[in-house]
Each structure stands twice: as C-alpha cells, then as structure tokens.
C-alpha cells in the first residue's frame, strides 16, 4: 500500500497540479495503477472531472496517457454506459447495500476493458457501516480494481479509510483561479428560462479576455460533468452541450474571437 501523499499545501498550486498529472499520467503510461485514491478539494476545483478523465483513460482499449476517445471503451463511457465504471454517491446517503453490490462487482472479472474503475462521489455521505463495509474493500482490494473517492476535505473521512488512501489534493476554488467566476452567472448561461439577451450580457465580461473565456469555459464544463453525474435523464443533452464546450475550447485555440465563440455556444446549448 502506497502512503504517500501529494500535498498541495506546501507547494504553489501550479507546482502541486504539474506533480499531481505527472502521478496520474505515470500510471496510465506504466498502466499499473493505485487501487485507492482519493481525490479531496472543495466543489468546483475540478476532481470529479479528473477522475472521470482518469477512469477514461484507463479503461480505453489504447491504454494510453490520454483517452482516444474514438474506441468502444470510450465511447460507452461518454454514453454513461460503460459496465466497468462503477459511479455511486452524489444523491446523500451511501447506502450500505450499493457498497455490498460494489463489492460484489469489483471481484467479478472486467465486462470489456482491463479493469474497473469505481468512482465514489461526494464519499463523506457514507454512513458509519457503509464506510465499514467499505474498509473491507479497501483492506483487500479486487486486483484489477481501481476505486477513486471524491471529498471536499480529507477530514470528513474516518482516518481508517484515509491511511490507505493516495491522496490527491485539489485545494480550494480561490487557489485554483475558479472564484473568477460567478456560479449565479453560471446558471444564467444553463437555465431555459432565461432569455437570450440575458445571457448575452453575462459572456460579454468573460469575452473581453481570452483566458477568462476558456476559465469559463472551464467552469462550464465541470459543472456538465456534475451534472452528468447526477442527472442520468438529460444525459443525451448534457454530452452534446459538453462536445460543444470542447468544440469552443478549440475554436478559441484557433484564435477565433472569445465573443463569437461564446456568443455560438449560447445559442447553441441546448438542456
Ligand atoms: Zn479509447
């Protein structure tokens, strides 16, 4: 088991996430991987993100640094629908039947790829016995099994289960640049009932610079991943509004302007 710790505290923030990539690239290149980590920072610094772009590219069939994207492992992952990821928590109490079924799960052999991801969302809504039914996968973990948990602070955890944990620390929004921006205008940008006009005027205060178009492209693209997670009925519309983010962030590396690249994304989000 693997104690060691990526701290952030200690070093510039910049510094602290060139190491933290480097960890996780390094296991996707020697594809051999840490059975636990937990990924801890506060809502918004982009960890659930992470871990789903890691669980990606350790399931892809290229086994790769990155993900290709283009092969079926991929694919099923992008249409929510790959049987070797395993996503639980964000909707409150963990229960301690769907950590019994993920155990169950882990020790079976992989459906399709390599390994099994299991990504645990939100893991300090375990209660008291699923956190203990959950020690007992993390004392034996299945082989092939890569089990990653999301917190927004290592300390909301019983320190039973954060001993054995590789720790990955995001830190807090204000470090990572994200209170840039506003999560009111945020929803503006995602709301239906909103009119046109009205999202118009936020995106021009994020057009004027470039690199506050990406953040908040950035920004957009966290909270889809979010809400991917939790809203399993507007899936369809959630993946095409995250292609059309990513579409954007390559429009704005091409040099197209940042006011007709987000003016073409509002009109063009559909949830
Ligand atoms: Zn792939």
């Known amino acids: 088991m693997d104690f060691l710790t990526i701290n952030c ?18 296991q996707l290149r020697s594809r051999e991987f840490t059975h636990f980590m937990l990924f801890a920072g506060q809502e918004g610094t982009g960890k659930l993100g992470a ?15 990155t993900a290709c994207s283009t092969c079926r492992n991929c694919k099923l ?7 070797d990821l395993i996503k639980l928590g964000g909707e409150g109490a963990i229960k301690i039947a769907e950590i019994r079924d993920l155990q169950r799960n882990l020790f079976l052999k992989p459906y399709q ?10 893991s300090h809504f375990l209660t008291e016995e ?19 948990m999301t917190v927004p602070d ?9 001993s054995r944990s590789q720790m990955i620390n995001f830190g807090t929004k204000a470090e990572v640049g994200f209170d840039k921006i506003d999560n009111q205008e945020l929803q503006t940008i995602f709301s239906k009932s909103k009119k046109i006009f009205e999202k118009f005027a936020i995106i021009q205060r994020y057009a004027k610079d470039k690199n506050l178009a990406k953040d908040l492209l950035d ?18 519309n959630i993946i095409k509004a995250l292609e059309l983010v990513q579409k954007s962030r390559g429009y704005l590396r091409a040099n197209v302007s940042a006011k007709f690249v987000l003016e073409n994304l509002v009109l063009n989000m559909e949830l």
């Open 154 to 162: 290592k300390t909301l955890l019983p320190e039973t289960i954060t």
């Open 219 to 236: 920004s957009l693209e966290m909270d889809l991943r979010n809400e991917l997670l939790q809203n399993k009925d507007n899936e369809r």
């Open 113 to 122: 790829a390599a390994h099994k991801v299991a990504i645990i969302k939100d």
């Open 130 to 148: 699923s956190a203990n039914a959950m020690l007992k996968i993390l004392e034996e973990p299945p082989e092939n099994s890569v089990i990653i």
């Open 51 to 65: 871990a789903l772009d890691f669980a990606k590219a350790v399931l892809c069939a290229e086994g790769s640094d």
């Open 77 to 83: 992952i992008e249409a929510g629908n790959h049987p």
């Open 9 to 26: 505290y200690n070093l510039s923030q910049v510094m602290a996430k060139i190491v933290q990539d480097k960890y996780l690239k390094n």
